[in-house]
Structures are given as C-alpha cells and as structure tokens.
C-alpha cells in the first residue's frame, strides 16, 4: 500500500471574510468590480506597487482582472469564472502566478441585501492545497490582507 502522509496543506479552510456596506447589492457589486482600482490598497497590496496606475476587471464569464503599470506592463491577478450580478462572482485568483504556470486559488464573492440600503458581502478564499508547502504561510497571509482589502472597499462605498 503506498499512501501518503496527510500534510498541514491538505486540508486547509477557507479564508471568510464578511462585511457590511451602506448601499444597495447593485451599487455594492459595481463598486466591487468596476471600481476595483479606486478602493484597492495598491502599494501595499499589488504586484507593481507604486507602478501600478489602474486595475481593470472585465465584467464578464472568461473576463480577467489585471493591474497595469505606468510602463505599460499588465499582470493578471485573476479570471472570471462565474458572472452573476448583482449576487455573486467567482474568480480563479492568482496574483503574479500565471505567468510563472502556479495554478490559481478561487475566490467567491457573494452580496446580498439586508435592506434597501444595506448589503451583506461575503468572500470566501479556498483552494489553498495549489500552494502546497507554501499553503498555511500564504493562506495566514491572506486572511489578514482581506481585512485591510475590504476596509478600502467599505470606505469607497460609504462615498
């Protein structure tokens, strides 16, 4: 019998992270693709850092999200897997991977309104186990920077 032993990896959750924002689920879904490039923390939290001069996200099943920098340069942070506004997305992340082949994570985002004014948004990140032996570092890493991404996202929609 030739069975491997289960690593730390193997079974890693997904990162949840949930807020509140002060608009209706159509705003808060544009807001949160459209306008992507306007509540991103850019410099703390892109490839190109001070490069970087716009984020683009196609709104679109097959779309991508790229940043694009002063000199042209565009990298793909993820695809678009699933296009369903104004209730959820789907997206194969990968920041920078994708052009080095590392397969991407997945990341849902679900809106949902609790009042005319009011919509509950949820991301979960999984799929962590592409990492493998980077896994448990990288997940840690992006729990904590959804906090910080969110809170630029919840800033924007309170404009």
Avoid at 109 to 122: G, L
């Amino acid at each position: 019998m030739n069975e491997r032993a289960a690593t730390e990896s193997d079974h890693l959750e997904p990162v949840v992270a949930t807020v509140t924002v002060g608009c209706d689920a159509a705003t808060a879904f544009e807001i949160f693709t459209a306008d992507m490039g306007l509540w991103w923390p850019l410099v703390g939290f892109s490839l190109g850092g001070e490069r970087i001069v716009a984020v683009e996200f196609e709104q679109r099943i097959g779309g991508t999200v790229v940043e694009v920098w002063d000199d042209g340069t565009r990298r793909r942070w993820a695809d678009v897997l699933a296009w369903d506004p104004p209730r959820s997305l789907s997206l194969a992340w990968n920041p920078g991977g994708f052009e080095t082949g590392q397969s991407p994570t997945r990341v849902d985002v679900t809106f949902t309104a609790v009042a005319d004014d009011e919509t509950h948004v949820r991301l979960v990140h999984a799929g962590w186990e592409v990492w493998a032996t980077e896994a448990v570092q990288t997940r840690s890493s992006y729990a904590e920077g959804w906090l910080v991404v969110l809170g630029g996202y919840v800033a924007r929609t309170a404009r």
